[in-house]
């Protein structure tokens, strides 16, 4: 070839070269964009779990799957980050560590450094134990939320998690300092990036209507300022660095909708690329309701146990337990909002999350105040004492800023300026409990209820709109915690626990679901109709058109079958052990007729506690109650034109729904080797202490917690279930928490010894208080559905 033929080739190979580089698309996406996270790690493992799903599946996961891809299997944080395809990796930062052999687990290391947070040893071990503590392990163990736990701190005798929630002063304020206003965001971090960009190559990058961003996360304030200080048009321009890139983009600040825009231009090899215009926008969910929506069950970490043998739960750290220059420890159970037992893995923040995962060009904001016993009227529409409210826990002063009525709180968020009633109105003649309305349903009107929903009236302006609402409510006032108490207690127990103010019952419906046997049941669901009423009109005439919310936008999930397998229906077999033995001492005389003396069997200091379904026939009386529930909560929906209503079919699943049914996988539900009622007997006693192996780990199953440690066929060696071995969130095939869980994972008696004044009727709190509520897993089931019916909303229809 001549030497000018040859030269002509090779300059046409570089400008085809160049071409192509030329093409390269550039991507852009919000950083943090669900922005109830503290922190922009936590949002951005849950997209690299996502990623690596989708690699191996070829689809990308659900809530429930990635649920089951973070907690449900063992080893998820040792799994390499080369699980994930080249195509999802080549969309992570750039600044992000590389290597074959790199794993999940070392990439949250290196990115919780880089956000200067403690170290996950101060968060995952007690200072007890610490030498031996293996952080990867304990991981898996306690589940991706106890990433959120913040070391302990006097400061928060709440307790505090790295989200938006300030339980000090109850509200979304805790992420002020970093980021700004959380109701209204005042502006986004934006990543801009060149995904097939050659490596190392360099790029020139102009932008507008932006400022560039500093690495350092704690200086987005600074940045945002400067953005805002730029003109319309005037440019930022940054020179021969990498293809990625960091933008402050403020948001427009024009009424109720909260978005921005940028345009940005870009160079490449000196080959000039088509400007790319930057639009985030965010999302703002509203949620409430009662414990099916806080949470309930499940905190965000396990109480500590003291590890001495006995199986009692959370004694406080002592001073020889300390490690110089360690923190104390708080040994309670870890919670979003203590007060009210909010976690991060309830179905409303999930479904937020998930919306958030699907869309990295939105970012979404979640207002979620449901707390665990609230009702319609003690709770969303008048103030009531939350399960573990402490007047100790309360701030200097003795005050709180947030309000303690759900819908008065979003309204107080919401304002420009709000000057809301403490208590509304209390109706003429009513009792003067709390704000009176509690036992006088009957003559509440939506005039008494005005003061909590309202704006400051010199001001009646909101701030910005919300998007959707979801919602779960009614339960309690039916009084579900009575019925819970009437099925683990016998008439002797539960006679003593009424006369201690812990009343129990059983509803008595028909097979048609209409009360029968008295006016006791047929009262209270009177009382549910008259208050969803009210609760409807509420919604429909202040607070959706106050909040900008569509009716179509009110998402509300009806109450799942918690006693499936439990003989809660006609002539179904039960699958599960109904018995289950809180034991919190050794038990030196565990004897089969205990079982007949209900939660407190064992007797004073014997060293065990029977909780077991009494009676077959009442989990049948319950399940009814549940249906009717669940018909009025459908005939409340009917008021809301094209809003959702996930419901759940009690008959078997379809071909594509296995992995998302509640059919059959309630409380008393095993697949383990005890599935079936031990010896006939409803309830755990010494017989089956001697048909139980050492397992190790045991079968997390079964519902039989103790466990002998040394020869099992010999009662007198029974000891406690390991509290180090308890795996919260793994899957099982229940889908509620049965005693055992509750009083292993979320033990709320820090300080006092085992039996109190009342003696083991002490037990009934720790050990039903959660019980019977869907599990992390099952409210990842429940996000599952709402999720799909938020993004089938708001999903950009291109």
Known sequence: MKRGAFLAALLLGVVLGLQGVGAAELRWEIERNFRYFLYPSDVEIQRVARDIY???????????????????????????????????????????????????????????RQEGRPSLNSILCPPASLQGCVEAEELGRLGWASL?????????????????????????????????????????????????????????????????????IFHFKANLKAALHLKPDEKQDRHNVACETRIVVPSDNNGTSVAGTARVEWTLNETGQTPLDVAPADRLIVGLGDSFTSGEG?????????????????????????????????????????????????????????LALRDPHHSVTVLPYGCAGASILGGLLSPYKEPEWASTDLPPGGTIAGSRIEIQLAYQELCKSFVGAACPRRPTGSSPFWCGWQNTPDIVTLNDVKPISQCSPRQNVFRRNADALLLDIGINDVEFANWVLGLILDDGILDAATTFGMPGYVPCLDAAANPCGGTRTAAKFDRLQKR????????????????GIKPENVIVAQYPPELSGCGGAEKERVSGNLGLTVATFPCAFCQPELCQNGIAGAGFGSGGAIAAVRKAGDTRKVELGRNRLNQDLKDFMSRFEGASLISWVDSAPGPNDDDLSFFHRGFCRSEGRFNTPPNDHLCFDVQDLQNIDCESPPDPESMHVPRSTHDCATPANFRPFGPNQFEPYRHRVRLFRTMNDVYIGENQRPNKAQYGKFGPIDLISPVSGGAFHPTAEAHSIVATFASKELWARFKDPQ
């Open 54 to 112: 989708e690699t191996q599946n070829k689809e990308p996961p659900n809530v429930e799957q990635l649920e089951t891809l973070l907690n449900g299997k063992p080893g998820f944080w040792s799994t390499r980050l080369s699980a994930a395809d080249n195509a999802h990796r080549k969309r992570w930062p750039s600044n992000w560590p590389s290597g074959e052999n790199l794993t999940v687990y070392d990439l949250l290391r290196f990115l919780r």
């Open 148 to 216: 959120l736990v913040e070391p302990y701190s006097g400061q928060i005798p709440t307790g505090s998690t790295d989200t938006c929630w300030q339980p000090l002063n109850r509200l979304h304020s805790n992420c002020n300092r970093l980021w700004g206003d959380y109701v209204r965001p005042e502006g986004w971090i934006v990543r801009v990036y060149a995904p097939d960009a050659p490596p190392g190559a360099k790029c020139d990058w102009s932008v507008t209507g932006a400022a560039f961003a500093d690495d350092d």
């Open 298 to 354: 499940n905190p965000e970490r396990p109480p500590w146990f003291n590890n001495e043998g006995s199986g009692d739960a959370a004694l406080p750290v002592r001073q020889s337990d300390l490690i110089p220059g360690k923190p104390a420890f708080d040994t309670r159970a870890q919670w979003t909002d203590r007060w009210c037992h909010r976690s991060v893995y309830s179905w409303q923040i999930r479904s937020a999350l998930d």
């Open 532 to 547: 969803y009423l009210l609760l409807s009109d509420l919604l429909l005439h202040r607070l959706l058109p106050d909040f």
